[in-house]
């Protein structure tokens, strides 16, 4: 039987970090999110993580810390973008408990994040900013990238063409008919 831990995965801005406390209240759970507990736990953004010392440090951390999360109940944690693109996290994450695609669309994602600097994987070098079709470019390609890890979870929901409280809902139903029932 799996644990009581809803992960939340999906692109950058697909609505994790938003979606995942309102759902952690709306069921009575408690919510993490584990770029906020690296953060945490280091003392430093994850932004200067990856530039003081590398995406590969930072991979290192993100799976301790996946393994320390994987222990707890009734939780919903949201991963970071990346987490899932890893074949030992996966195995963790599919282990110990169900795995949630909140699945939003390179348009949607550009729209999201444009402003944002805050994203290692989407920072562009020097000062010029990049064009809409740049910016959406590296979108997709990371997309591509990890639309195989993406499509291994138990369930997909498109954030697209569902609001917040949709979204919130349809995954609170999934709780309730695959987790709260097998519990009793």
Same mark, same amino acid.
């Given at each position: ?9 999906? /692109? ?18 408690? /919510?993490?999110?584990?770029? =906020?507990?690296?953060? *945490?736990? #280091?003392?430093?953004?994850? #932004? ?10 930072? =991979?290192?951390? +993100? ?8 222990? !707890? ?17 996966? *195995?963790?994450?599919? +282990? ?15 729209? =999201? !994040? ?16 990049? #064009? ?8 997709? =390609? !990371? !997309?591509? +990238? ?10 997909? @929901? ?16 999934? @709780? ?6 097998? +519990?009793?």
């Amino acid at each position: 039987m799996k644990k009581s831990i809803i992960y939340l995965t999906g /692109f950058m801005a697909a609505g994790k970090s938003t979606v995942g406390p309102i759902l952690a209240n709306t069921i009575g759970w408690d /919510f993490l999110d584990i770029d =906020r507990v690296i953060e *945490k736990k #280091t003392g430093k953004k994850i #932004t200067d993580i990856f530039s003081d010392q590398g995406e590969e440090h930072f =991979r290192l951390l +993100e799976n301790t810390t996946l393994k320390e999360l994987s222990l !707890l109940r009734n939780y919903i944690i949201a991963l970071g973008g990346g987490t899932i693109a890893n074949d030992e996290n996966l *195995k963790i994450i599919k +282990e110990t408990g169900l795995l949630i695609y909140l699945k939003s669309s390179p348009e949607t994602a550009y729209k =999201r !994040l444009r402003f944002k600097r805050d994203r290692p994987a989407l920072l562009f070098q020097g000062d010029e900013e990049p #064009t809409r079709e740049e910016f959406i470019q590296r979108i997709d =390609r !990371l !997309l591509q +990238e990890r639309r195989k890890y993406y499509e291994k979870s138990d369930y997909i @929901i498109d954030t697209d063409l569902n609001p917040v409280g949709r979204t919130i809902d349809k995954i609170a139903s999934i @709780i309730k008919k695959d987790i709260i029932k097998n +519990e009793n």
